[in-house]
Each structure stands twice: as structure tokens, then as C-alpha cells.
């Protein structure tokens, strides 16, 4: 099977206390065991987010199951993914390049050494 590397950024809103809030919902102790089922559940084989200031990076492995519509259309049929975006809309704010109502935005890659 083959993996494909893909990148997002997302900004947090610029409040302290909000952005130590978002970090402790990610922590590995407090990760809702739905969200990561349905992240598995999509080809999505490893998942890392980092973060500068209040901008956010994500870095997802996927296989060649995964389809971006698959993955929204699942999301958009599962209560506790749906529970779980609407929560992270009190910590994150939509990039001036993102359609309405998104949230993460794929990233360009300009460079890459192998």
C-alpha cells in the first residue's frame, strides 16, 4: 500500500487561554476515542500537529483509500465528529484563503529534499 503525505494550516484564535485549552483537548490522554476511529476509518494512517503562535501545522499520512470527500462526507453522518469541529470552533478561526466554513487548508508544497 502505498502513502501520500499531506499538509494543512489552520490558525488558533490569539488568546492564551484558549490556545493551552485547544492543546489540552490534544493531548494523548484526553483524545476522544471516536475522533481517532474515524481518522483510522478514513485512510488515515499517522497524524501530527504542530504548533507557532497561534498557527497550526498538520501532517497526515494517508493511504490510497483516502478521498477528501469520503472523509468529509463521513465526518459530516457522525455525531461525535460533528460534537467534536463544533467544540474546536471556539478555539480555531478560518485562514483569509479558506472557503467558507473551513477550517484547515491544504498546503502547497514548494520544496521538498529526498
Given at each position: 500500500?502505498?502513502?501520500?503525505?499531506?499538509?494543512?494550516?489552520?490558525?488558533?484564535?490569539?488568546?492564551?487561554?484558549?490556545?493551552?485549552?485547544?492543546?489540552?483537548?490534544?493531548?494523548?490522554?484526553?483524545?476522544?476515542?471516536?475522533?481517532?476511529?474515524?481518522?483510522?476509518?478514513?485512510?488515515?494512517?499517522?497524524?501530527?500537529?504542530?504548533?507557532?503562535?497561534?498557527?497550526?501545522?498538520?501532517?497526515?499520512?494517508?493511504?490510497?483509500?483516502?478521498?477528501?470527500?469520503?472523509?468529509?462526507?463521513?465526518?459530516?453522518?457522525?455525531?461525535?465528529?460533528?460534537?467534536?469541529?463544533?467544540?474546536?470552533?471556539?478555539?480555531?478561526?478560518?485562514?483569509?484563503?479558506?472557503?467558507?466554513?473551513e477550517?484547515?487548508?491544504?498546503?502547497?508544497?514548494?520544496y521538498?529534499?529526498?
Amino acid at each position: 500500500m502505498k502513502s501520500k503525505r499531506m499538509c494543512f494550516a489552520c490558525d488558533l484564535k490569539s488568546d492564551p487561554k484558549l490556545i493551552e485549552e485547544y492543546k489540552e483537548y490534544h493531548a494523548a490522554e484526553n483524545t476522544w476515542p471516536a475522533i481517532t476511529q474515524s481518522i483510522k476509518d478514513a485512510g488515515i494512517l499517522n497524524m501530527e500537529i504542530y504548533l507557532l503562535g497561534n498557527r497550526l501545522f498538520m501532517i497526515m499520512d494517508v493511504d490510497d483509500t483516502f478521498d477528501p470527500d469520503r472523509k468529509k462526507q463521513m465526518d459530516e453522518e457522525n455525531p461525535k465528529v460533528q460534537e467534536w469541529e463544533k467544540l474546536m470552533w471556539k478555539f480555531q478561526k478560518q485562514l483569509p484563503e479558506a472557503k467558507n466554513g473551513e477550517k484547515w487548508v491544504e498546503m502547497e508544497r514548494v520544496y521538498a529534499f529526498q
